[in-house]
């Protein structure tokens, strides 16, 4: 009896071995099939922002450095109008606004922004098709800027942009958010606002401002900006009376005809 249980117990072992070896063996090709899928779909996506670049940069003179010439919305719509009459939609009219409908082409073809491991997947998928459903309507003439700007519907753009634009350069949606914040600015000047948005990392006064501390979106906890912060706040050394290193815009302001409002700004407390 003990030596058929011996051969029982080992001949189960074997069977549990061989188990466990077709299991990990499964377990390592779908792991590697799912690398590949994602490598190839990443690569899909840097084709594809690749293409948007060039296509945005050939139109408007975008310069390597990041800075839009002077004329570029007039490069723009000449180029749409150009397309226009080369290829008249049946029926249709030339859109109003071709350089915000290029702008809602560029932010519809990027993935929401994330920042952070604990941002709500539903949260930033929602804000960005507010900002997409935005830019959309303003290029159709649907929505009137000036009251936009005033309900707070312009505010996650131009503060994303802003963010963006000075933590996370080197990302696909920069460029998308970029040129939609420049095509709102534009249309916005063109009604006499002026919109004030200050750049995080750059200093301001408590008399351009309403400042705060209160980093709701847990800021601080982001490495690349928690990094740059410092590392800005630390050759900020002789802050004149009221000013302060802007961190984050967390609401625009604007200058106009019907009024103005400062924009809101985030700044260092301890909690950092």
């Known amino acids: 009896m003990a030596v058929i249980g011996i051969e029982f117990t080992s001949g189960f072992a074997q069977v549990l071995f061989t188990v466990l ?86 932010l519809a073809a990027v993935e929401p922004p994330f920042f ?19 830019i959309e309507g303003l290029a159709a003439e649907r929505i009137d800027p000036v009251p936009a700007l005033a309900n707070g519907d312009m505010d996650k753009l131009l503060c994303l942009w802003r963010r963006l634009e000075a933590y996370f350069p080197d990302r696909e949606q920069t460029d998308a958010y970029g040129f939609a914040a420049y095509a709102v600015l534009e249309l916005l000047k063109r009604s006499q606002v002026q919109v004030m948005a200050p750049r995080p990392l750059s200093v301001e006064s408590v008399k351009n401002c309403v400042f705060t501390t209160d980093d709701s979106e847990k800021l601080r906890d982001i490495p690349r900006i928690r990094t740059a912060a410092f590392a800005v706040n630390s050759r900020f050394t002789n802050p004149q009376g009221g000013e302060e290193l802007v961190i984050d815009c967390e609401r625009p302001g604007w200058n106009g005809p019907n009024g103005r409002k400062s924009p809101r700004i985030l700044i260092l407390d301890r909690s950092w």
């Open 116 to 134: 952070a491991s604990s941002d709500s997947a539903e949260e930033v998928t929602r804000a960005h098709k507010r900002i997409v459903d935005l």
């Open 21 to 106: 070896l077709v299991a990990i063996v499964i377990a390592a090709f779908w792991v590697f099939r799912r690398l590949r899928q994602g490598e190839a779909q990443l690569a899909s996506i840097r084709r594809e922002n690749s293409k948007l670049r060039n296509e945005i940069a050939n139109i408007t003179g975008w310069t390597t450095n990041g800075r839009l010439p002077e004329d570029w919305q007039e490069r723009l719509r000449n180029d749409k109008a150009a397309a226009g009459g080369a290829m008249p939609a049946a029926g249709s009219e030339a859109p109003r606004e071709p350089v915000l409908v290029a702008a809602h082409q560029a």
